[in-house]
């Protein structure tokens, strides 16, 4: 289990899982109970993320190769289960990390990565619907980026956990990026998410004094780091996605405790 969103009104979550042979996507409700399967389809699913309306997920294979050899897709799936499709110009992106945004009335993935022709690790983003895919940023500032979280002014926060030999959080703005100074270091693949109003970076990862789980808030405005999770959150020891539903203030995370288990959490925001 290494990631998960919610539905964009915050009342289920679709997570990721592994088997012997495949990669799952499967769906809970907001109370404890069964998950069902959404489609077993996928080899490495790295990271998923829902349209603006929740009939579509999106989700990043890493185990994905196709006849040219290019690695790692995005696919569409259909939220209530079903086939996914390759959204084939996203093939060779190795995606990891994924956002969704709404960009002149229509649903847009912005994605980390690295580029198929030149191998630069950077972010990137394509209509939903599919279409030709588009440099964000990329070059030397990033070395592995995962989760991505976009504004509504079109920055773009990135996750950068192997960064310089340490973890890397970036703020990138009309293509440039700007390192923030993060006092912790980051989970793997390291979630972010926005608030509903924007104001706040909630961030995935681990304690600096005893390397258990966390979640660390940034103010946009203050530039201020603040831990924000609980014993709940704190008695798992490895940091796993993050995201926000599309329409509430709801968050989804995903831990793993010392035995081993991963476990999704349901967390109400700001």
């Known amino acids: 289990m290494k990631n998960s969103t919610p539905s964009p009104d915050g009342t289920s979550v679709y997570f990721t899982g592994y088997g012997d042979e495949a990669g799952s996507v499967y769906k809970v409700g907001e109370m404890p109970g069964e998950p069902t399967i959404v489609s077993a389809a996928f080899v490495l699913p790295m990271d998923l993320i829902t349209s603006t309306n929740g009939d579509t997920l ?36 190795d995606a990891r990390g994924l956002d969704l945004v709404v960009e002149q009335g229509e649903d847009v993935l912005y994605f980390s990565g690295k580029h198929p ?112 999770a609980n014993d709940v959150i704190g008695a798992n020891l490895e940091a796993g996605g993050l995201h926000r539903g599309q329409a509430s203030a709801r968050f989804s995370w995903c831990g793993t405790d010392d035995a081993g288990a991963g476990s999704v959490f349901l967390l109400i925001g700001q």
Do not use: H
Not at 67 to 87: H, K, T
Not at 144 to 172: C, E, H, K, Q, W
């Open 58 to 93: 999106f989700v990043a294979d890493v185990g994905y190769e196709n006849e040219a050899g290019l690695d790692g897709v995005i696919y569409r799936v259909a939220s209530a289960g079903g086939v996914p499709e390759a959204m084939e110009t996203t093939a060779g992106y």
């Open 117 to 228: 022709m030149t191998g630069a690790a950077g972010v990137f983003k394509s209509n939903a619907a599919g279409g030709v895919v588009t440099v964000v940023a990329e070059g030397d500032a990033f070395a592995d980026p995962s989760g991505i979280a976009v504004t509504a002014g079109g920055d773009v926060f990135v996750a950068d956990t192997v960064a310089t030999g340490r973890s890397g959080l970036y703020r990138v703005t009309a293509g440039a990026a700007e390192r923030l100074e993060i006092p912790y270091a980051l989970g793997y693949p390291a979630g972010l998410a926005l608030s509903q109003d924007g104001n706040t970076l909630f961030i995935s990862a681990q304690n600096t004094t005893n390397g258990n789980a966390t979640v660390v808030t940034y103010g946009l405005a203050d530039g201020l780091f603040a831990e924000r």
